[in-house]
Each structure stands twice: as C-alpha cells, then as structure tokens.
C-alpha cells in the first residue's frame, strides 16, 4: 500500500512510498530513521500527533520532524534590563547602528 512520507531530516522530502500492510508508525520509524530516538522527533500521521501502534492506512501522510538539533545550545533566560550585555560581543549593533560589527584587530 502507498502513503506519503515526509522526511524533514537535512534537506527534507516528500514521497509516496510502498509498504505492507499492518504496519505500524514504530515499525516505519525503524525502517525509515535507523538513528536516533523516537522521542527525539516529532511524529505525525495526517498533520496529528500519534501513538507508535497505530497501523498506517492507504494514503496516510506520515511527517518525522527532529526536535532535537546536533550542536543547539538550549536557550538562555533574557534579564530584563540589557544592559547587562556586554557591547564587546561582535553580533550586537554598535553605536545604535542596524549593522553589525565585529572588533578590529
């Protein structure tokens, strides 16, 4: 049986794929994504979060999105007065300029 499958991985595609009846979206994850974790990605069957038992029917739009990205730092908490951030930092607007700058050496 045919359904579509959405690979966001790097460049990302989307295809309709064969596979056999009785599959369930555990048994595609393993077959599809050979690395990583399931609770690293976010798994959808017809744009709605699922369980991994559910067996995919004919024309099931299946999307595997990571959550998880190699090398995020996770996200620092903002102080609400900035000027606690040092103006030295190269991504940061110097003398109210919209342009960003980096130090001279």
């Known amino acids: 049986m045919k359904i579509l499958f959405l690979n966001n991985l790097g460049a990302g595609f989307a295809d309709q794929i064969d596979i056999a009846e009785g599959t369930t ?7 599809r994504v050979s690395h ?7 798994i959808r ?7 991994s038992d ?16 190699e090398g995020a730092v ?5 102080s609400s ?3 606690s951030v040092p ?11 919209t342009v960003c700058t980096s130090p001279v050496s």
Not at 36 to 42: E, K, T
Not at 74 to 78: H, L, R
């Open 81 to 83: 007065s900035f000027s």
């Open 54 to 69: 559910y067996v995919l029917q004919p024309g099931d739009r299946v999307s595997v999105t990571p959550t998880k990205i």
């Open 36 to 42: 990583g974790s399931p609770s690293d990605y976010l």
């Open 45 to 51: 069957v017809n744009r709605q979060p699922t369980t």
């Open 74 to 78: 996770a996200p620092i908490s903002v």
């Open 25 to 31: 979206v555990a048994q595609l994850f393993e077959q």
């Open 87 to 97: 103006k030295e930092r190269p991504w940061e607007p110097a003398n109210g300029s």
